[in-house]
């Protein structure tokens, strides 16, 4: 629950970043994005309809020139949920503050995991109810982090997150050949090396490796690859996890693509994991605006060891700032 000094952080910070842009001392941007839909969802044999948020959000990130090619960043992002039942509906995002220069940049406090960046952005359906985080372990972010992002060469990028073992996210049990409960407090590594543009803007194709080693309980191998062909955007990731301490490996894959009429994205998406199950979804953008959009979808998702299906139908509109 959000108490109100977090309120008035936010509130100050807005107030800042207003400020700051018109002196243009500070290079700072107020952002934010509401993606809202209207679905039917069927889970474990239960229907409801709801107007739900999907990631919504609101961020104030800016840069500060310290001289000698040395320069300041932060970000401080809030999920906002539209339909949560409290009025107190703010969720902590990434928050961090970091230097960059020629060596490349370094940043502390909250933030995505490099197995989660590597991804770019060959999940369609991400913040939706077709997200891969459904079925694949990694997509994590962590409260108490370092992350080392090398500069550009020749579109080759390499980087590296530490996550502190006082994250309480770093925290997790499991059984030793005595049948004892261990509890385990340990730090954890993600690192990925990326080739390419995540948006297919600057080069044709995006393509990575990323591992996770003792994340959140996991330890998680990822490649991922995304590109352009005869007018498709054409995209795929293979994984394998498990967890840290006596697990047995799990490999799984997705496939994504995606074809431009006008103003018109159809996309679909398939995703399977060993011994936990399969989700396949199809949907259709309608891009009002550069930052509009009506969007519409259907997910279904079929567990190994359940009885039920659960399936999602959903139609909305999303706004970017």
Do not use: C
Request: charged residues 25%; glycine residues 10%.
């Amino acid at each position: 629950m959000m108490n109100t000094l977090t309120k008035t952080l936010i509130a100050s910070a807005i107030a800042t970043a207003m400020v700051s842009g018109a002196q243009a001392a500070d290079a700072v941007t107020v952002y934010g994005k509401l993606n809202v839909t209207a679905q039917s969802n069927d889970e474990k044999g239960e229907s409801k309809t709801e107007i739900q948020s999907n990631a919504s959000r609101l961020g104030v990130k800016g840069a500060f020139d310290l001289g000698n090619n040395l320069e300041a960043f932060y970000t401080i992002e809030y999920e906002v949920d539209t339909g949560a039942d409290t009025k107190d509906n703010f969720e902590a995002r990434n928050q961090f503050v970091g230097l960059r220069g020629d060596f490349g940049s370094v940043a502390m406090g909250r933030n995505d995991t490099m197995l989660k960046k590597s991804q770019g952005k060959v999940d369609l359906f991400s913040d939706l109810d077709g997200d891969i985080k459904k079925l694949f372990k990694g997509e994590n972010r962590m409260a108490q982090t370092a992350t080392y992002m090398s500069p550009n060469f020749s579109n080759f990028t390499f980087g590296v997150t530490y996550v502190a073992e006082g994250d309480s996210d770093q925290d997790y049990t499991y059984t030793n050949g005595a049948g004892e409960t261990i509890l385990k407090e340990t730090d954890g590594f993600s690192a990925a090396a990326m080739y390419g543009d995540a948006k297919l803007k600057k080069t044709p194709i995006f393509v990575s490796i990323a591992y996770d080693s003792e994340v959140k309980g996991y330890d998680v191998l990822r490649a991922t690859a995304q590109g352009k062909i005869a007018g498709f955007k054409i995209g795929g990731m293979y994984q394998e996890q498990e967890k840290s301490q006596n697990g047995k490996s799990k490999s799984g894959y997705m496939f994504s693509a995606s074809y431009d009429i006008q103003a018109v994205t159809l996309k679909g998406q398939y995703q399977d994991m060993e011994d936990l199950g399969s989700s396949w979804s199809v949907g259709a953008d309608y891009k009002l605006a550069k930052p509009t959009k009506l969007l519409a979808f259907y997910t279904s998702r079929e567990y190994d060891n359940s009885s039920y299906d659960d399936e999602y139908i959903g139609v909305g509109i999303q706004h970017s700032f």
